[in-house]
């Protein structure tokens, strides 16, 4: 069992803790609903480990805001670090990759994100945070046309933080654009495998090291709908991906 085991994480009422294994190797994954407390899990990640982490996202958005208040140290207490992301993050849950390399946590991101790109990437080609350090960055819409610069980044990794965002998983309405339509496994399936995607997972399952995952049932239709999709995830993701049973 690796040092995550025995994690504090268990402290937080917000969080919920699955035991299970990556790879043959026992590893951890944490569910919240708002995506803002992964930072959280990610320092302490990166404290159990002894060096950042490269971030995996796959998510709708591109969550790449600026945080507008600083992180606190990495080596701050549990406690601290969950105040600054449930009080400081914004609520939008979009500034919460940056504030984790702002802090420490994150080295490098590689960002499968399907739409709603900012402006311009250019402040993330690489991305420098205010201690001067230089963070790169890959992008992709998908996993199909994962670019070089992504597999790159996630070859070069030492150590992996898997990160997913269950809106990934969800398509605005074309005929009422406020509704938000939930996949069904299939379409989750094609998603996480499309066509010749094994040696994409083969690269990237034995390097996580913590799994986080955001409910986000606001993004995601509500918290019926949320429920229904976490239900599909899981099966798809546990018992196909990581050939364990699901929660």
């Known amino acids: ?17 699955i035991g299970t294994r990556i790879g043959g190797q026992a590893r951890e994954v944490f569910v919240f609903d708002h995506h803002r407390s992964a930072f959280t899990v990610w320092c302490h990640a990166a404290q159990a480990l002894g060096a ?9 958005h591109l969550d790449l805001g600026l945080p507008q208040a600083p992180p606190p140290e990495l080596s701050s207490t549990l406690e601290s670090l969950d105040a600054y992301a449930r009080l ?9 990759i940056a504030a984790a390399m702002e802090a420490g946590a994150l080295a490098d991101a590689a960002l499968i994100a399907r739409s709603h790109a900012p402006p311009s990437l250019a402040a993330f080609q690489p991305y420098r945070d205010r201690a001067g350090r230089e963070h790169r960055c890959a992008f992709s819409a998908n996993l199909d ?9 996630l070859q070069q990794a030492p ?19 406020d509704e938000v339509l939930i996949w ?34 606001y993004h995601c239709g509500g918290l019926g709908r949320g429920a229904r ?19």
């Open 145 to 153: 046309g994962a670019s070089e610069d992504v597999l790159g980044l």
């Open 88 to 96: 400081a993050l914004a609520p939008t849950n979009d500034d919460h």
């Open 52 to 60: 950042p982490l490269t971030l995996l996202s796959l998510d709708r």
């Open 184 to 217: 069904d496994r299939e379409l989750i399936e094609g998603f996480l495998f499309p066509p010749d995607s094994g040696p994409f997972w083969a690269t990237v399952l034995p390097k996580v090291q913590v799994v986080t995952l955001a409910r986000e049932p």
């Open 229 to 247: 999709l976490w239900l599909d995830f899981a099966e798809v993701f546990f018992r196909r991906l990581l050939e364990v049973p699901p929660p």
């Open 159 to 177: 150590a992996i933080a898997l990160d997913i965002d269950l809106d990934c998983f969800t398509t605005l309405s074309d005929a009422h654009p």
């Open 1 to 17: 069992m690796n040092s995550l085991s025995r994690s504090p994480l268990l402290q937080l009422a917000h969080v919920h803790r």
